[in-house]
C-alpha cells in the first residue's frame, strides 16, 4: 500500500499505470483508501481506446517513480478483476473480492 506521502503525487499525476515489466496499462483514475489505516489500497485504471473501460488494481507492491505508478498487475490481469463501479464507495465486500482475487494472481506466488 502506498501511505499519505504518494496520495498528493497520485492525485495531480493523473500519471500513466505501468504493470510489471514496464508496459503501459493506462490512464490513472480514482484513488481508493482504507480506512482504518489512511493508506491507499487501490485506484482505478483507465484502460481500452480512449479509457472507455476502467477497472481496479490493487496497490500491493506498487511503486511510484518519475511520475508514474507501476503496479504488479499486467492489464490483461487487470483487465479480468472482478467489475467493481469505480465511482462508488469501495465497500468491504468489494474489497474482498478484489482482494481475493489479486492475491491469487499475484506474480510472486504464481497464479
Known sequence: ML???YLNALKKAKSTVYGPSREKVGTLGNIFMDV????????SVHL????SEEALVSLNGA????GHLQVRYAKDVIKHAPNIDPAAELGEEAKYMLDEYYAAMDPDIGS
Open 63 to 66: 511503486v511510484f517513480t518519475d
Open 36 to 43: 482504518r489505516t489512511g493508506d491507499a489500497d487501490f485506484v
Open 48 to 51: 481500452g481506446l480512449f479509457g
Open 3 to 5: 501511505g499519505h506521502g
